[in-house]
C-alpha cells in the first residue's frame, strides 16, 4: 500500500506571437498580441470572436484565431470556451486551404486542451474534434520533407508551416488521449500511430517534431495492447537513442522519452544487457546538476558579466528529461497490482465475516527481481534520485522571479521535486534498506523532508509526496527496529500531530495517520513492559492513540478513518499495551467509534446492489482503499471483543 502510480503533464501552450516550442515555456503570456486582435472571455467576447473566425476574409479568421489562442493561455478560460461551442467550428478550420489558418487553429485548439481539466478535454471530444485532427494528421502519410531541419536551431512558423502545424496537431492529440478514452480509442481505430512512428527520427525530422512525436507515443502506448503492436516491430531502431550517452539537453529529453516508451511495450526489461542500457541512461541524466545550472542563471539579475552554462530553454529540456527519468523509474517500481482499484470480489456481507482476510499482507513487498535491484544499486539511483529533493534558496528564487525565464525554471524544480518524492515512495518501498543509503540516512532525510514540509507552507502536490515518503520512510525503519526512531519525544512529532488532524488534504492525512501509528507500533516492539511506562513513552504513546482516535472517530474520509483503526489495531495488539489501553479508555473510544464507522462504509457494509448509482460512487470515492477498509470493517469488532477483557484487568492496578 502506498506506492504511487505517476502521470504525465500536459505539455506547455502555443504561443500565439510565434514563439517556437524549442524556447515556449508553460508560462508563456500573449505580450505581442496586435490591438485588434484583442478579445475578452464574456459571451459577447466569444461571440465576435466565433463571428471573425467564420469570416471568408483570411486575415478576419487569423486574428480570432489568433486571438483565441492568446485567452486560452489563461488556464481559467478553457471551460468557458469548451462550454461556448467554438471548439467545433475551430476544428473545422483544421482543413483549412490557408496552411497558415490550419497552424493557428491547431495551435489554439492544443492551448484549450492544455489548461483545461479533463472535463474540458471530454467536451472538446464530443463536440467531434477528432475527425477533422485525424483527417489532417492522415495528410502526412503522403512521403513530405521539411521545410527546416531545426537541429537545435529555433525555426520560425512562417519558415516551416508544414512542420509547425504537424507539432501543434500532434501536442493536441496527446492532449486528448492524455484525459479521454474516447480519444484513445479513436486513435486505435484510425490507426493514428502509423501516421507518428515514421517521424521519430531527429536528424530527419527536427528535435521539435520528433520530440513532439515521441511524447505523444509515450503517453498513447501506456496501457495500450494497440500501440505495443505496432511499436514493437521499431524497438530495435529505437534502442540506438538511448544506446549513446546524449551530448546536449534536447538529446536527454527525447532520449529519456524513448526511454519511456521502451518500457511502456516491455522492452528495455526484454534483455540484461537492454536494461543496463536503459538504467545507465536514467543516470546518466540524472547526475547533471540542474539546481546549479540554476543558480547560474539566476546569478545573471546581478551580473551582466556572469553566463551559466546552460542556456535556459536548453536547462528547461533538462530538467523535464530528468523529472521523466524519475517518473520511469518511480513506476519500475510500483507494482501492476498497486495501481488497479479494488474490485466486487473483495465485498463481503456481515454474516460471511472470516478470516481470510487475516492471512492478507497489505504491506510493502519488494516487486523488484535481484537484478533490477542490483542494477540500482550499481548506477545509484536512489542517490541521485534524492539529489532532485533539492529546491533553489530563497534568494536564488526571488532573482528568477525577475527572469525572463525564471518563472518556468521554478515551475519545472517544483515539478522535479515532486516527481523525486513520489519516485523516492515507490523505491524506499521496493529496495532493501542497505540500497537506499542505510538507516541512518534514512532517519535523516525523514527528519530534512519533516522539516521542510512543516517549516513552510507547501503546494497540496508537494506535501502529500513529501508525506508519502515521510511514511514510506517510516515503514521501512520500522521494519529495521530503527534505535533513533524509537527514542523520539512528543515535542518532536507535536507538530505532525497537528497537522494530521487540520490539514485539508485527505491523502496527506492518511500518510500522516499511517506514519504515527507505525511510530508507535515502533516504541512498543522497542520497549520491554517496564519501560513502555515511563514517563516520555507513556506521553508519547498516549499522544498518539489520542491523535488516531480523533481520526477516527472525526475525519471526513471512510478510508482515512480506516487507516487510523488499522494502524491502531496493530499497535495494540501486542499484549504489553493492555495496561496503555485502560489509561487513554481505548476500548470504549473505539465502541462509540464502530458504529459511526459502519454507517459511514453503508453500502459497502451490508448488502448492496452493484447497478446502484450510490455504491457505484463510493467504489469510486474509495478506489484501491477498498480492500483496506474492508479489513478494518472484520477486523474491528473482534478487536474490541478481545482487548476488552484485557485491558479491564488493570482497572485497579
Same mark, same amino acid.
Given at each position: 500500500m502506498g506506492k504511487v502510480k505517476q502521470r504525465r503533464q500536459r505539455n506547455a501552450r502555443f504561443n500565439p506571437i510565434g514563439l517556437s516550442e524549442a524556447v515556449a515555456s508553460d508560462n508563456v503570456v500573449a505580450v505581442g498580441v496586435n490591438e485588434e486582435d484583442s478579445g475578452d472571455i464574456t459571451p459577447g467576447g466569444l461571440k465576435i470572436i466565433g463571428e471573425r473566425i467564420s469570416s471568408a476574409v483570411v486575415e478576419e479568421r487569423l486574428g480570432g484565431l489568433n486571438t483565441l489562442a492568446a485567452l486560452a493561455l489563461d488556464d481559467h478560460a478553457a471551460t468557458t470556451i469548451a462550454d461556448s461551442r467554438l471548439i467545433r467550428k475551430v476544428s473545422l478550420l483544421l482543413k483549412d486551404p490557408n496552411p497558415e489558418i490550419r497552424l493557428v487553429a491547431a495551435g489554439a485548439l492544443r492551448n484549450v486542451s492544455a489548461g483545461g481539466s479533463e472535463e474540458v478535454v471530454e467536451t472538446m471530444v464530443q463536440q467531434d474534434v477528432l475527425s477533422p485532427l485525424s483527417d489532417l494528421l492522415h495528410e502526412y502519410k503522403d512521403a513530405w520533407s521539411p521545410a527546416s531541419n531545426d537541429l537545435g536551431e529555433v525555426v520560425s512558423r512562417d519558415v516551416d508551416p508544414m512542420t509547425n502545424i504537424f507539432v501543434h496537431a500532434t501536442h493536441f492529440l496527446l492532449n486528448l488521449c492524455e484525459c479521454s478514452e474516447q480519444a484513445l480509442h479513436f486513435f486505435n481505430q484510425e490507426d493514428l500511430i502509423h501516421v507518428l512512428l515514421p517521424h521519430l527520427d531527429p536528424a530527419n525530422w527536427g528535435h521539435t517534431l520528433a520530440l513532439a512525436i515521441a511524447e505523444c507515443l509515450l503517453c498513447v502506448s501506456e496501457n495500450n495492447t494497440n500501440a505495443h503492436t505496432a511499436i514493437l516491430p521499431a524497438a530495435d531502431s529505437l534502442l540506438q537513442y538511448i544506446s549513446r550517452?546524449?551530448?546536449?539537453?534536447?538529446?536527454?529529453?527525447?532520449?529519456?522519452?524513448? &526511454?519511456?516508451?521502451?518500457?511502456?511495450?516491455?522492452?528495455?526489461?526484454?534483455?540484461?544487457?537492454? @536494461? =543496463?542500457?536503459?538504467?545507465q541512461l536514467l543516470a546518466s541524466i540524472l547526475e547533471r546538476d540542474t539546481l546549479v545550472h540554476t543558480i547560474e542563471y539566476a546569478a545573471q539579475s546581478g551580473s551582466a558579466d556572469t553566463k551559466p552554462s546552460l542556456i535556459p530553454q536548453d536547462l !528547461?529540456?533538462?530538467?523535464? &528529461?530528468? =523529472?521523466?527519468?524519475?517518473?520511469?523509474?518511480?513506476?519500475?517500481?510500483?507494482?501492476?497490482?498497486?495501481? !488497479? !482499484?479494488w474490485n466486487d470480489s473483495e465485498i463481503v456481507s456481515d454474516d460471511e465475516i472470516g478470516d481470510a482476510e487475516e492471512s492478507m499482507d497489505f504491506g510493502n513487498k519488494s516487486v523488484l527481481s535481484p537484478e533490477v535491484q542490483e542494477g540500482m544499486k550499481h548506477f545509484n539511483l536512489f542517490q541521485l534520485s534524492l539529489r532532485k529533493v533539492q529546491y533553489p534558496d530563497e534568494n536564488t528564487c526571488q532573482a528568477l522571479q525577475n527572469l525572463k525565464y525564471g518563472p518556468s525554471l521554478l515551475s519545472k524544480l517544483r515539478t522535479l521535486q515532486v516527481r523525486a518524492l513520489l519516485c523516492l515512495q515507490n523505491m524506499i518501498s521496493a529496495l532493501d534498506l542497505n540500497d537506499i543509503g542505510g538507516s541512518d540516512l534514512m532517519y535523516q532525510t525523514w527528519v530534512n523532508l519533516g522539516t521542510m514540509v512543516f517549516r513552510d507552507t507547501c503546494e497540496d502536490s508537494m506535501l502529500e509526496a513529501a508525506t508519502g515518503a515521510m511514511r514510506a520512510i517510516m515503514e521501512k525503519l520500522s521494519q529495521d527496529k530503527c534505535e533513533k526512531l524509537a527514542k523520539i519525544s512528543l515535542q518532536d512529532i507535536k507538530v505532525i500531530l497537528e497537522a494530521g488532524v487540520s490539514c485539508t488534504i485527505a491523502s496527506v492525512r492518511g500518510n500522516l495517520a499511517r506514519m504515527i501509528g507505525t511510530l508507535g507500533c515502533l516504541l512498543v516492539s522497542q520497549n520491554t513492559e517496564d519501560s513502555l511506562y515511563t514517563d516520555e513513552r507513556t506521553l508519547v504513546l498516549s499522544a498518539i492513540t489520542e491523535f488516531l482516535l480523533k481520526v477516527a472517530a472525526q475525519d471526513s474520509e471512510l478510508w482515512v478513518s480506516a487507516e487510523a483503526l488499522d494502524v491502531i489495531i496493530d499497535l495494540y495488539s501486542d499484549d504489553k499495551t493492555d495496561r496503555l489501553a485502560y489509561q487513554t479508555c481505548l476500548v470504549d473510544s473505539l465502541k462509540e467509534i464502530q458504529p459511526n464507522?459502519?454507517?459511514?462504509? @453503508?453500502?459497502? @457494509?451490508?448488502?448492496?446492489?452493484?447497478?446502484?448509482?450510490?455504491?457505484?460512487? =463510493?467504489?469510486?470515492?474509495?478506489?484501491?482503499?477498498? &480492500?483496506?477498509?474492508?479489513?478494518?470493517?472484520?477486523?474491528?469488532?473482534? @478487536?474490541?471483543?478481545y482487548k476488552g477483557p484485557r485491558a479491564l484487568k488493570h482497572r485497579n492496578a
Amino acid at each position: 500500500m502506498g506506492k504511487v502510480k505517476q502521470r504525465r503533464q500536459r505539455n506547455a501552450r502555443f504561443n500565439p506571437i510565434g514563439l517556437s516550442e524549442a524556447v515556449a515555456s508553460d508560462n508563456v503570456v500573449a505580450v505581442g498580441v496586435n490591438e485588434e486582435d484583442s478579445g475578452d472571455i464574456t459571451p459577447g467576447g466569444l461571440k465576435i470572436i466565433g463571428e471573425r473566425i467564420s469570416s471568408a476574409v483570411v486575415e478576419e479568421r487569423l486574428g480570432g484565431l489568433n486571438t483565441l489562442a492568446a485567452l486560452a493561455l489563461d488556464d481559467h478560460a478553457a471551460t468557458t470556451i469548451a462550454d461556448s461551442r467554438l471548439i467545433r467550428k475551430v476544428s473545422l478550420l483544421l482543413k483549412d486551404p490557408n496552411p497558415e489558418i490550419r497552424l493557428v487553429a491547431a495551435g489554439a485548439l492544443r492551448n484549450v486542451s492544455a489548461g483545461g481539466s479533463e472535463e474540458v478535454v471530454e467536451t472538446m471530444v464530443q463536440q467531434d474534434v477528432l475527425s477533422p485532427l485525424s483527417d489532417l494528421l492522415h495528410e502526412y502519410k503522403d512521403a513530405w520533407s521539411p521545410a527546416s531541419n531545426d537541429l537545435g536551431e529555433v525555426v520560425s512558423r512562417d519558415v516551416d508551416p508544414m512542420t509547425n502545424i504537424f507539432v501543434h496537431a500532434t501536442h493536441f492529440l496527446l492532449n486528448l488521449c492524455e484525459c479521454s478514452e474516447q480519444a484513445l480509442h479513436f486513435f486505435n481505430q484510425e490507426d493514428l500511430i502509423h501516421v507518428l512512428l515514421p517521424h521519430l527520427d531527429p536528424a530527419n525530422w527536427g528535435h521539435t517534431l520528433a520530440l513532439a512525436i515521441a511524447e505523444c507515443l509515450l503517453c498513447v502506448s501506456e496501457n495500450n495492447t494497440n500501440a505495443h503492436t505496432a511499436i514493437l516491430p521499431a524497438a530495435d531502431s529505437l534502442l540506438q537513442y538511448i544506446s549513446r550517452t546524449p551530448d546536449n539537453a534536447i538529446d536527454m529529453h527525447f532520449a529519456a522519452t524513448i &526511454a519511456g516508451i521502451l518500457t511502456n511495450i516491455g522492452y528495455c526489461s526484454s534483455t540484461e544487457s537492454n @536494461f =543496463q542500457l536503459f538504467l545507465q541512461l536514467l543516470a546518466s541524466i540524472l547526475e547533471r546538476d540542474t539546481l546549479v545550472h540554476t543558480i547560474e542563471y539566476a546569478a545573471q539579475s546581478g551580473s551582466a558579466d556572469t553566463k551559466p552554462s546552460l542556456i535556459p530553454q536548453d536547462l !528547461e529540456h533538462l530538467i523535464v &528529461a530528468q =523529472q521523466l527519468c524519475l517518473e520511469i523509474l518511480s513506476n519500475i517500481c510500483c507494482s501492476e497490482d498497486d495501481d !488497479e !482499484e479494488w474490485n466486487d470480489s473483495e465485498i463481503v456481507s456481515d454474516d460471511e465475516i472470516g478470516d481470510a482476510e487475516e492471512s492478507m499482507d497489505f504491506g510493502n513487498k519488494s516487486v523488484l527481481s535481484p537484478e533490477v535491484q542490483e542494477g540500482m544499486k550499481h548506477f545509484n539511483l536512489f542517490q541521485l534520485s534524492l539529489r532532485k529533493v533539492q529546491y533553489p534558496d530563497e534568494n536564488t528564487c526571488q532573482a528568477l522571479q525577475n527572469l525572463k525565464y525564471g518563472p518556468s525554471l521554478l515551475s519545472k524544480l517544483r515539478t522535479l521535486q515532486v516527481r523525486a518524492l513520489l519516485c523516492l515512495q515507490n523505491m524506499i518501498s521496493a529496495l532493501d534498506l542497505n540500497d537506499i543509503g542505510g538507516s541512518d540516512l534514512m532517519y535523516q532525510t525523514w527528519v530534512n523532508l519533516g522539516t521542510m514540509v512543516f517549516r513552510d507552507t507547501c503546494e497540496d502536490s508537494m506535501l502529500e509526496a513529501a508525506t508519502g515518503a515521510m511514511r514510506a520512510i517510516m515503514e521501512k525503519l520500522s521494519q529495521d527496529k530503527c534505535e533513533k526512531l524509537a527514542k523520539i519525544s512528543l515535542q518532536d512529532i507535536k507538530v505532525i500531530l497537528e497537522a494530521g488532524v487540520s490539514c485539508t488534504i485527505a491523502s496527506v492525512r492518511g500518510n500522516l495517520a499511517r506514519m504515527i501509528g507505525t511510530l508507535g507500533c515502533l516504541l512498543v516492539s522497542q520497549n520491554t513492559e517496564d519501560s513502555l511506562y515511563t514517563d516520555e513513552r507513556t506521553l508519547v504513546l498516549s499522544a498518539i492513540t489520542e491523535f488516531l482516535l480523533k481520526v477516527a472517530a472525526q475525519d471526513s474520509e471512510l478510508w482515512v478513518s480506516a487507516e487510523a483503526l488499522d494502524v491502531i489495531i496493530d499497535l495494540y495488539s501486542d499484549d504489553k499495551t493492555d495496561r496503555l489501553a485502560y489509561q487513554t479508555c481505548l476500548v470504549d473510544s473505539l465502541k462509540e467509534i464502530q458504529p459511526n464507522f459502519k454507517s459511514k462504509g @453503508f453500502p459497502v @457494509f451490508g448488502s448492496y446492489d452493484k447497478t446502484d448509482m450510490n455504491y457505484q460512487k =463510493q467504489k469510486r470515492r474509495l478506489g484501491d482503499h477498498g &480492500a483496506l477498509v474492508m479489513t478494518v470493517k472484520d477486523n474491528l469488532l473482534a @478487536f474490541i471483543k478481545y482487548k476488552g477483557p484485557r485491558a479491564l484487568k488493570h482497572r485497579n492496578a
